[in-house]
């Protein structure tokens, strides 16, 4: 778990399920994890059930239920360096649907993807 974590190359989602793990083998609660990583309760029993269970194989992702991923992890990486390493011509940022049109993206991808998140 903790080479896992090493990994110069490590999502964001495998680190914190490596997380949990870890800091349940320490002997920490449930409660305590959750308080510790900011994560929800739920989250926390989740991977910790499932490494119980499947050790390894149960920190895999799985498919989800609802509409098949209708954009690729790649186009996603692809949009987010063009988003942060270039600029729409005669622009000084990309609108989303600028980007979205200039990705081949419909605009409430981009949005889903990239939009900066209500105040609240």
Known sequence: MEAR???RKVGRNDALRAQIVLLAAEGLSNLA??????????????WRRRF???RMDG???EPR????Q???DEKVAEVVTTTLET?????THWSS??????????QRIWKAFFAPAAPG
């Not at 994890?33 to 989740?46: C, F, N, P, Q, W």
């Not at 600029?87 to 622009?91: K, M, S, Y």
């Not at 649907?97 to 419909?106: H, N, P, T």
């Open 33 to 46: 994890v959750v308080e510790r990583l900011g994560v929800a309760r739920m989250t926390v029993a989740v």
């Open 52 to 54: 119980a269970e499947r």
């Open 70 to 72: 209708t954009v690729s």
């Open 87 to 91: 600029l729409p011509a005669g622009r």
């Open 65 to 68: 239920p609802g509409a098949p």
């Open 59 to 61: 920190l895999a992702e």
């Open 97 to 106: 649907r600028g980007m979205a049109r200039a990705a081949g993206l419909v």
């Open 5 to 7: 974590l090493r990994r």
